[in-house]
């Protein structure tokens, strides 16, 4: 198991939750849960309800936790009742059986939200008796009797700690061989998979969620793990008294041992280093039993819930069949109920569905209708009314924003893709789709961005070099095509050399594109990235993951060769360093000079200062007949050559051209020693 897939550096930890439903899944936000589940026919059933605020107990350590505890037992038994519900009612063929008599009776007299009420207290009455039996009070008999032969209180503290543990991973392994449950589990897989893709800022949709474990440190497996492992420590204190007394200190206790756990569990979702992950360890074991791999359906339900939790807290509730986006699309024919067994606040009458209704636009003219003044949204020279926003208007927007930048009308459709998510055949079909007032505000935004000179890249936060994609910020360089050449020319070499397991080194990696490129193109190969900067580092090493070749690359901080060890050698020595003249940099264009990394760009008062160290270290760290290939800028090709040739120890440098036929690398060879 590679840990670094689990705790993802630059992931950014938040509090959303989420549970495991009968053919779904359930997401908890920061105001509101979503019950996404798939009905016969393929559609997508979407229950949303909001939460009432978080109130200041919540914020006390170790109380919050006793709290959250007690909320849990409540809501995830009432979720899953709830998904019984629901599929009861779209499985109208199935033979469901009539209400018990008990139920019957409770529902004449005190009408069915009561009756609803009473039966979830009633099973999760039932669920933590059961729960105490079996995992609290039977270990603390059965182990009663070692008490003849063991007199070491500690010991037997101990004993029936790991006894309590045994006994609930052997009833997990058990249900985990029902069809149905594997079924259920499949779905926790998924709900882990879904909220790693958005911790990790990637695009929600299942090819992406793909790509992470089913594992994940905030897990509530981890958390029961949590609890059996401080109750074994905490009960090893307490002595051995009689029986009785054991079982009720143990039951007292259990309180305070869920809220110390839970502030374990918010250490391990929040943070990476090796207490956390010697913590988190039994606990992520566990959840190889209570997950497995989803499908893409299974994921896209997940997705589905999870977008349903991300929108403005002022945004309607959702009762109905929705697409993959959560947007309603087949609107409930009766009214919606009032929420069963909550004291959650009245939803807003207004759907998404009534939203969508009310607003009778065309987006088929090129004429962006405008009504009431207040009502407008202002980019210079550019109004469209805010009451229109239709997917098509906005587009037209934007692009008319974007008229005076080059290729401003692909650039406007990017945006607008990538806010939504969706494809350019999308935007096409829905062109009359009124957008969220969450998604118009944050177009316009990004829009802003674009015309102050923020570069497209930067906005979307990807880019795509040599096939793969990557993540970019303003911590590090934009990967252009003038470094796909320099790639290029070197995945040729190395096939043609055919080495096995190259050692290959990426000096001022930035992104990662050159490292993780060449380890994607070769698996056997060791690539080692370096870089001055932390904050490009961590970009690289999260590129790394998203491309699945982290565990085959080592990541080195520092300036230069001196992040490197001393006798370390290499195949192959690749780089594209700052090359600018300092002078030079405020002369380029406002994208450049403004937003991208100076660090990443400033070559010293020639251009040559890193190509100068380049020539007179690489050749130290290169094997024989390895090879050092550097980018460089259109003019210096002469320059590098005659710096690497003033060491004998290269054979003769080749400068070779790009596309457009301007000198683009250098390329020397490391002579055997002698």
């Given at each position: 198991m590679d840990y670094k897939k689990i705790f993802i550096k630059e992931a950014c930890p938040t509090s959303i939750g989420g549970q495991a439903i009968m053919e779904g899944v359930m997401m908890r936000g920061a105001d509101r849960t979503a019950i996404a589940m798939r009905l016969p026919g393929d559609?997508?059933?979407?229950?949303?309800?909001?939460?009432?605020?978080?109130?200041?107990?919540?914020?006390?350590?170790?109380?919050?936790?006793?709290?959250?505890?007690?909320?849990s037992l409540f809501t995830g038994m009432g979720t899953l009742m709830e998904s019984a519900d629901i599929l009861e009612e779209n499985f109208p063929d199935e033979d469901w059986g009539e209400p018990s008599a008990l139920e019957q009776k409770i529902n004449s007299r005190f009408g069915e939200k009561a009756a609803w009420n009473a039966m979830l207290f009633l099973s999760v009455l039932f669920a933590l008796v059961l729960s105490i039996g079996i995992f609290v009070i039977f270990p603390t008999i059965a182990i009663n009797w070692l008490g003849k032969w063991i007199s070491n209180s500690i010991v037997l503290n101990l004993c029936e700690g790991i006894f309590r543990i045994v006994l609930f991973v052997l009833y997990i392994y058990l249900i985990s061989r029902m069809k149905d449950i594997q079924t259920l589990f499949q779905y926790h897989g998924a709900e882990h998979k879904t909220i790693h893709c958005f911790e990790n800022g990637l695009e929600l949709t299942p090819a992406n969620a793909q790509k992470f474990y089913t594992l994940h440190p905030r897990c509530g497996t981890s958390f029961l793990i949590f609890v059996m492992i401080i109750s074994l420590l905490l009960f090893s204190f307490l002595g051995w008294p009689n029986v009785w007394m054991r079982i009720t200190s143990r039951i007292l206790l259990i309180p305070v041992i869920a809220g110390l756990s839970y502030e374990v569990l918010r250490l391990a979702g929040k943070n990476d280093n090796v207490i956390v992950?010697?913590?988190?360890?039994?606990?992520?074991?566990?959840?190889?039993?209570?997950?497995?791999?989803?499908?893409?359906?299974?994921?896209?339900?997940?997705?589905?819930?999870?977008?349903?939790?991300?929108?403005?807290?002022?945004?309607?509730?959702?009762?109905?069949?929705?697409?993959?986006?959560?947007?309603?699309?087949?609107?409930?024919?009766?009214?919606?109920?009032?929420?069963?067994?909550?004291?959650?606040?009245?939803?807003?009458?207004?759907?998404?569905?009534?939203?969508?209704?009310?607003?009778?636009?065309?987006?088929?003219?090129?004429?962006?209708?405008k009504k009431e003044e207040d009502n407008e949204t202002y980019v210079p020279g550019i109004r469209y009314d805010s009451n229109d926003a239709t997917l098509g208007n906005l587009l037209h927007w934007g692009k008319s924003c974007l008229s005076m930048v080059e290729n401003g009308a692909n650039e406007a459709q990017e945006i607008l893709q990538y806010i939504l998510g969706y494809t350019r055949t999308d935007l096409i079909l829905r062109n009359k789709e009124v957008l969220q007032e969450d998604d118009r505000k944050e177009y316009e935004?990004?829009?802003?961005?674009?015309?102050?000179?923020?570069?497209?890249?930067?906005?979307?936060?990807?880019?795509?070099?040599?096939?793969?994609?990557?993540?970019?910020?303003?911590?590090?360089?934009?990967?252009?095509?003038?470094?796909?050449?320099?790639?290029?020319?070197?995945?040729?070499?190395?096939?043609?050399?055919?080495?096995?397991?190259?050692?290959?080194?990426?000096?001022?990696?930035?992104?990662?594109?050159?490292?993780?490129?060449?380890?994607?193109?070769?698996?056997?190969?060791?690539?080692?990235?370096?870089?001055?900067?932390?904050?490009?580092?961590?970009?690289?090493?999260?590129?790394a993951q998203i491309n699945d070749v982290f565990s085959r690359c080592i990541f080195l901080q520092g300036d230069m060769f001196e992040a490197i060890p001393e006798q370390k050698r290499f195949d192959m020595i690749l780089s594209n360093p700052p090359y600018i003249e300092s002078d030079v940099i405020e002369t380029l264009s406002t994208e450049v000079k403004d937003h991208e990394p100076r660090l990443a760009l400033d070559g010293g008062a020639d251009g040559l200062t890193f190509y100068r160290i380049l020539a007179e270290n690489a050749e130290k760290h290169l094997a024989d007949g390895g090879y050092l290939m550097m980018e460089i800028g259109c003019d210096q090709g002469e320059a590098v050559r005659q710096l690497l040739e003033e060491n004998e120890n290269?054979?003769?440098?080749?400068?070779?051209?790009?596309?457009?036929?301007?000198?683009?690398?250098?390329?020397?060879?490391?002579?055997?020693?002698?």
């Open positions: 559609e997508i059933y979407l229950r949303t309800k909001k939460l009432k605020p978080a109130g200041k107990l919540r914020k006390i350590p170790i109380l919050r936790g006793i709290i959250s505890f007690a909320d992950r010697v913590l988190s360890y039994p606990g992520l074991m566990m959840q190889k039993l209570t997950t497995k791999d989803p499908t893409d359906h299974q994921l896209e339900i997940a997705i589905v819930a999870l977008k349903a939790v991300l929108v403005d807290s002022d945004a309607p509730v959702i009762d109905g069949v929705v697409d993959t986006d959560a947007k309603l699309i087949v609107k409930e024919n009766k009214e919606p109920e009032e929420s069963k067994g909550s004291d959650e606040p009245e939803t807003a009458a207004e759907t998404d569905a009534d939203f969508m209704e009310s607003k009778t636009v065309s987006s088929e003219t090129d004429e962006i209708p935004r990004r829009i802003e961005m674009r015309l102050s000179g923020t570069p497209l890249q930067y906005i979307t936060g990807v880019q795509e070099f040599m096939g793969l994609m990557f993540r970019v910020n303003p911590n590090v360089l934009i990967p252009r095509l003038d470094t796909e050449v320099l790639v290029d020319q070197a995945i040729g070499i190395l096939k043609a050399k055919e080495w096995e397991n190259p050692f290959i080194l990426d000096m001022c990696t930035g992104s990662g594109a050159i490292g993780v490129t060449m380890a994607h193109e070769f698996p056997d190969a060791e690539v080692t990235m370096t870089d001055v900067s932390p904050k490009a580092l961590s970009t690289a090493m999260g590129n290269y054979s003769t440098a080749v400068v070779l051209q790009d596309l457009n036929h301007l000198d683009r690398i250098v390329i020397a060879e490391r002579k055997g020693r002698e």
